[in-house]
C-alpha cells in the first residue's frame, strides 16, 4: 500500500514538473520537428488535390485569376474552395515555375506544422481541461505523426494550414462568447476566421455551422445568427463563383464525388436513405481500421508486421485496437459534453458526420480533428477507471501515457522511412514513384525532368 501511494505521490510530481516546464518543452518539440521536417523534406506532387492547388496558385499568382490556366481554354475553377491556393499565391508570385514552385508550396505546410503545435498543447490544456503531460504527448504525437510527414513535408496538402486556422477560429469563438456583448472585435475575428477555415476546406462549414449552435446554446441566440450571416458574407464571392459557371454553390464539382457509391458493384448514385445510411456505416467501420488503428500506429501496416500477424491468426489486432480506441473516444466525448466542452464537441460531431458522407476512406479526413479524438480518449480512460477503482485514477492516465508514447514511437520509426525517401531525392534527384494520367502538364514537366526512367515506364 504505501509503495503504491509513493508512485502516485512520485507521477504528481513529475507531471507537477512537467506543467511547471510546459514551455520548455514545447520549445524542444518545435525544434525537434523542425530538424525532423528538414530531414523528411521532399518536393514533389503526388497527387490530384497537390497538382490542382499548384496550378490555381499560378493562375492566381500571374493574375489569370481562379482558372485552369493549364488547360485550354482556361476553364473556371470551381472544383474546391481556393483558401488554400490563395495561401500558395505569394510563394508562385516569387518562384512561378518548378521545382522551386513545388518547394515554396510545401514550405506553407511545414511552416503550417510547426504553429499547430503551440496552438493544439493550447487548445488541449485551456479549451479541453486536459493535464499538461497528457497535452504534451498528444501534441508531440501530431507534430512527429507520419501523416503530419507526408502533408507537410513531402506533398502540398491543406491539412495543417487547416489545422492552425480552425485552431485559431475555435479560440476566437470561444473568447466571443465569454465577453458577453453583442458585437465586438472577437466578434469579427470569430467571423473572419470561421469563414476563412470554410475558405480553406470544405471541411471547414462544420465549424460554421457548430459556432452559430454553440452560441445558440449558451443563449446568445442573435449573436450567433449574426456571426452566421456575416461569415456568409465573406463566403458569398466564392458560392457566386461557384453558381455562375455551372457548379453546386460553394460546394463546387466537388459535391458530384459525394454522390457516387464505390462500394456498390455498379458505381450508381446514391439515390435514397438506404444507399446513405449503408455508407455511413461503412465508412464508420473502415475508419475504425484505417483512421483509429493504422492512422495511429503507423508500424501495423509495414509488410513485414502484417505479414507475420496473417501468418499467426492475429489479422484482428489492429481492429480491437481500432475498436478499443474508438469505445473509450466516445465514451470520453459524451462524459465531455456533461462538463459543457460545448463547441469542440459540436464542431467534431459535425465534422465526423461529413467524414462519412464521401465514397472514401482515409486516414486524412481524420486528421484534423486526431488530437480532440486522443484527448477523449484520455477522457474515457479516466471516466472507466475512475468507477472502477476510485482510488487509483492516476493509473488511467498512466496507461494514456503509455499508448501515447507506443504511437510517438511508432511514428519515428514509420518516419525512417519517410527520411530514406528524402535523403534519396537529395543524391539523385528522382523518387520511384510512376507519373499518373492525371497530373497537370506544368506539373507533369517537371516530374518527368526529375523521376527515374524505370518509374516513368510503369
Not at 498528444?138 to 507537410?152: E, F, G, P
Amino acid at each position: 500500500m504505501q509503495t503504491s501511494v509513493a508512485i502516485m505521490t512520485q507521477l504528481d510530481n513529475w507531471e507537477s514538473s512537467v506543467q511547471r516546464h510546459n514551455r520548455v518543452i514545447l520549445l524542444g518539440i518545435v525544434l525537434f520537428a523542425t530538424l525532423l521536417y528538414a530531414l523528411t523534406f521532399y518536393p514533389q506532387v503526388v497527387g490530384t488535390d497537390d497538382t490542382t492547388y499548384l496550378i490555381a496558385a499560378r493562375a492566381l499568382a500571374s493574375g489569370v485569376g481562379l482558372h485552369w490556366m493549364d488547360v485550354q481554354g482556361y476553364p473556371p475553377f470551381t472544383l474546391s474552395p481556393p483558401g488554400y491556393p490563395l495561401l500558395l499565391t505569394p510563394g508562385a508570385w516569387l518562384f512561378p515555375d518548378p521545382p522551386k514552385l513545388i518547394s515554396a508550396a510545401q514550405l506553407v505546410g511545414v511552416l503550417s506544422a510547426l504553429a499547430f503545435i503551440p496552438l493544439i498543447y493550447w487548445t488541449l490544456t485551456r479549451l479541453m481541461k486536459l493535464s499538461a503531460l497528457t497535452s504534451l504527448l498528444i501534441t508531440l504525437w501530431m507534430a512527429v505523426s507520419t501523416q503530419t510527414i507526408y502533408l507537410a513535408a513531402q506533398s502540398i496538402m491543406s491539412d495543417p494550414a487547416y489545422v492552425v486556422f480552425s485552431l485559431v477560429a475555435i479560440g476566437l469563438v470561444e473568447r466571443y462568447q465569454q465577453s458577453h456583448t453583442t458585437v465586438n472585435r472577437w466578434w469579427v475575428l470569430s467571423a473572419v476566421s470561421i469563414a476563412w477555415v470554410a475558405t480553406l476546406r470544405t471541411a471547414g462549414l462544420p465549424l460554421v455551422l457548430a459556432a452559430v449552435l454553440y452560441l445558440s446554446l449558451r443563449r446568445q441566440i442573435r449573436q450567433g445568427i449574426a456571426l452566421a450571416a456575416f461569415a456568409g458574407v465573406l463566403l458569398l464571392p466564392w458560392t457566386l463563383w461557384t453558381a455562375m459557371n455551372g457548379a453546386t454553390p460553394y460546394l463546387g464539382i466537388y459535391s458530384e464525388q459525394f454522390q457516387m457509391s464505390q462500394w456498390l458493384v455498379d458505381y450508381r448514385r446514391v439515390t435514397g436513405p438506404e444507399d446513405i445510411m449503408k455508407r455511413v456505416l461503412t465508412n464508420a467501420w473502415a475508419h475504425v481500421h484505417d483512421s483509429m488503428a493504422l492512422g495511429l500506429f503507423p508500424t501495423l501496416t509495414g509488410p513485414n508486421v502484417t505479414g507475420w500477424m496473417d501468418t499467426h491468426g492475429l489479422g484482428w489486432v489492429a481492429w480491437a485496437i481500432g475498436l478499443t480506441i474508438s469505445a473509450l473516444a466516445l465514451i470520453g466525448y459524451v462524459h465531455s459534453l456533461g462538463q459543457k466542452q460545448l463547441l469542440i464537441g459540436i464542431y467534431g460531431f459535425f465534422y465526423v458526420g461529413l467524414i462519412l458522407l464521401p465514397p472514401w476512406v482515409t486516414p486524412r479526413n481524420v486528421y484534423p480533428i486526431y488530437p480532440f479524438l486522443l484527448a477523449y480518449m484520455a477522457f474515457g480512460a479516466d471516466w472507466i477507471v475512475v468507477r472502477w477503482k476510485p482510488k487509483r485514477e492516476q493509473w488511467g492516465k498512466v496507461g494514456i501515457w503509455l499508448v501515447l508514447g507506443l504511437m510517438i514511437v511508432s511514428s519515428l520509426v514509420s518516419d525512417r522511412h519517410r527520411i530514406q525517401v528524402a535523403q534519396q531525392y537529395r543524391t539523385t534527384g528522382w523518387s520511384d514513384w510512376s507519373v499518373k494520367d492525371w497530373t497537370m502538364p506544368q506539373a507533369a514537366e517537371w516530374i518527368r525532368a526529375n523521376t527515374s526512367p524505370d518509374a516513368l515506364s510503369n
